[in-house]
């Protein structure tokens, strides 16, 4: 029987198998238990227009370019004293995944809360 794993296919398999594991590795988390990662400074807020799964794997994988293009525009930040104090107040849901030494959270949209 023919080969049919070719480096390229294999190659891709490998970066799904990455973003699966992150997949399950994420979960909803209320911001008030997350506040020993903010006040550590390790927690990182992705703005709900990106993926949080595409950029814990970015970030995983050492994409610096790509990181620093979020970081320039503000869509990935460590999070901010205001936004902590602002999350803490209205109980907020976070989807969470951990890429050591950070904690990448983002707000849970109210149809997600289900």
């Known amino acids: 029987m023919p080969q049919t794993d070719e480096p390229e296919s294999a190659g891709l398999r490998a970066e799904d198998e990455v973003r699966a594991r992150i997949l399950g590795e994420t979960a ?13 400074g390790h927690a990182v ?3 709900t227009e990106l993926d949080l799964i595409e950029v814990a794997y970015e970030m995983a994988q050492d994409n610096d370019q790509l990181v620093a293009k979020w970081l320039d ?31 990448l959270v983002q707000p849970v949209l109210p149809k997600e809360q289900a």
């Open 73 to 103: 525009t503000g869509k990935v930040r460590v999070v901010s004293d205001a936004e902590a104090i602002q999350w803490l107040a209205a109980d907020t849901l976070m989807w969470t995944v951990v890429i050591k030494p950070w904690v």
């Open 28 to 40: 909803k988390i209320g911001w008030c238990e997350l506040q020993g990662f903010f006040a550590a």
């Open 45 to 47: 807020s992705v703005a």
